[in-house]
């Protein structure tokens, strides 16, 4: 007899304290929620979240409150780039680094120009990180060793509050707005340095969060939706990267916007984010991945 594992959601611990606009990331098998808006606050704490145990703690908070800002983990480590240092959407260059070994903030070099909004992905040893605004098609590059970053050709569509993720060395960059929501989807080669145009996400959307698992692109929530009295959106949308195509997938239980995601051990966290289009607040964590389900298959 053999239990079926079908994909779905699941609600575990909610973060200690409610956050919208953070930034996400996991690092040796653990969730970042960092920093954000909770209420008229701008923060600076940081939550881990521990799988085994079902619990959020506080870390070391960062050096300076933000919010709208990137997040990627490289070699062990955590990063958080540019953002924005008050509610009156003023962005920074800032990029810090954090060291769970050690509990410790550092700033690294500084973005090439300040940019909030932006998304980054992480490709063969190096931090890629485009649109935003204002910069909205800018993309550079980070390379830790020499702690510089370098300018690379500009995405085709401008867009801030869009989603980025990486998969066999390439960067996908899916919906934001500039303006109005967009649902471009495209991808850049760095062997190349060029762009290339991909099938449309099928929702356009913005203020949304993307994580890979098992071969796919997953795109959740988003802010923008004139179909709902809340204005935001439930929905999982995946691409394909075999075959090139999009699914819709299960609604995420509470749709959220100003969302991060991260995947750990096959599980993709979303935590926080707003319930309602603008400002707004929520302390929700829901994961999205493959769990054991009561229906049993009888095997011969």
């Given at each position: 007899?053999?239990?079926?594992?079908l994909a779905a959601w699941v609600t575990l611990a909610p973060l200690l304290t409610p956050r919208q606009e953070i930034s996400v990331a996991a690092v040796n098998e653990k969730v970042?929620?960092?920093g954000g808006i909770s209420g008229p606050v701008i923060l600076s704490s940081v939550e881990e979240y521990d799988?085994?145990?079902?619990r959020w703690r506080f870390v070391a908070p960062l050096p300076a409150p933000v919010h709208h800002a990137a997040a990627a983990s490289l070699d062990g480590k955590l990063y958080i780039i540019g953002g924005y240092r008050s509610l009156s959407f003023n962005p920074t260059r800032n990029v810090y680094r954090y060291d769970p070994a050690l509990d410790q903030w550092s700033e690294v070099a500084s973005l090439p120009r300040a940019t909030g909004a932006l998304a980054a992905a992480v490709i063969d040893g190096r931090i890629y990180a485009t649109g935003g605004a204002p910069a909205l098609r800018d993309l550079v590059v980070y390379d830790p060793a020499a702690d510089q970053?370098?300018?690379?050709?500009q995405m085709p569509t401008p867009r801030e509050h869009?989603?980025?993720a990486a998969f066999d060395g390439k960067l996908y960059v899916a919906g934001g707005r500039a303006g109005g929501n967009t649902n471009a989807f495209e991808s850049y080669d760095p062997v190349t340095n060029a762009w290339t145009i991909l099938p449309r996400l099928p929702t356009a959307r913005s203020g949304i969060a993307a994580a890979v698992l098992n071969g796919r692109m997953y795109v959740f929530g988003g802010e923008g939706n004139r179909n709902s009295v809340t204005g935001v959106f439930p929905h999982t949308e995946s691409y394909d990267f075999a075959t090139g195509t999009w699914r819709r997938e299960a609604d995420m239980p509470t749709a959220r916007h100003g969302i991060g995601a991260a995947t750990v051990s096959g599980v993709i966290h979303v935590p926080g984010g707003a319930p309602v289009e603008g400002f707004g607040l929520t302390d929700v964590h829901e994961a999205f991945g493959a769990f054991p389900r009561r229906r049993i298959v009888l095997s011969p």
């Open positions: 007899m053999t239990i079926t594992l970042y929620a960092i799988r085994a145990s079902n970053w370098t300018t690379l050709a869009l989603a980025a």
